[in-house]
T-cell receptor, first 111, second 112 residues
Framework: SQTIHQWPATLVQPVGSPLSLECTVEGTSNPNLYWYRQAAGRGLQLLFY??????ISSEVPQNLSASRPQDRQFILSSKKLLLSDSGFYLC??????????FGPGTRLTVL | GQQLNQSPQSMFIQEGEDVSMNCTSS?????WLWYKQDPGEGPVLLIA?????ELTSNGRLTAQFGITRKDSFLNISASIPSDVGIYFCAGRSNFGNEKLTFGTGTRLTIIP
């Protein structure tokens, strides 16, 4: 069966510091991968998605970037965090069909 | 861009009551999905709908794909405490083959 992992689970970072969040999927090959951000009490905002290694589509211009160095690894990065980057970051995958399956999320607090 | 209007935004009900929520779109969707999110966790898929008019159940949950393909609803019968959470609809239109559009969520609270 397929499993999706995200780490870290929680992160507190100062403004201006770099960021690296990692997402990995097990049990499937060549999945689509997605990064979402969820502000407190709000809906899901799609940030990036990838249909293959090295292929990244950006949905919202911002302070973040994404990379897919391996088939089942998706990384969300920032060179300098802003206060507005705080939120709950969710990674998701899909293979066939439309259903996306979400990871457990990373809670990021920027102080 | 695509938008999904989800209502109600929040619901306060007593245990045992039935719940109904819906999503409407300004454009046609080919797939409707319903997710539930518990606090501090990722959303979990409840029901997936693929055909207009389709009515699908998952235990006490029932969801329907609207005939116009621009709406969907989710019903929960005889609510229990573990139903508390945020429910999201999501859909895929003709214009976003690799992406889903998510509703803004319905927060369900059960009053003791």
């Amino acid at each position: 069966s397929q499993t999706i992992h995200q780490w870290p689970a929680t992160l507190v970072q100062p403004v201006g510091s770099p960021l690296s969040l990692e997402c990995t999927v097990e049990g499937t090959s060549n999945p689509n991968l997605y990064w979402y951000r969820q502000a407190a009490g709000r809906g899901l905002q799609l940030l990036f998605y990838s249909v293959g290694i090295g292929q990244i589509s950006s949905e919202v211009p911002q302070n973040l970037s994404a990379s897919r160095p391996q088939d089942r690894q998706f990384i969300l990065s920032s060179k300098k965090l802003l206060l507005s980057d705080s939120g709950f970051y969710l990674c998701a995958w899909k293979w066939a069909g439309d259903t996306q399956y979400f990871g457990p999320g990373t809670r990021l607090t920027v102080l | 861009g695509q938008q999904l209007n989800q209502s109600p935004q929040s619901m306060f009900i007593q245990e045992g009551e039935d719940v109904s929520m819906n999503c409407t779109s300004s454009s046609i969707f080919n797939t409707w999905l319903w997710y539930k999110q518990d606090p501090g966790e990722g959303p979990v898929l409840l029901i997936a709908l693929y055909k207009a008019g389709e009515l699908t159940s998952n235990g006490r949950l029932t969801a329907q794909f609207g005939i116009t393909r621009k709406d969907s609803f989710l019903n929960i019968s005889a609510s229990i405490p573990s139903d508390v959470g945020i429910y999201f609809c999501a859909g895929r239109s003709n214009f976003g083959n690799e992406k889903l559009t998510f509703g803004t969520g319905t927060r369900l609270t059960i009053i003791p």
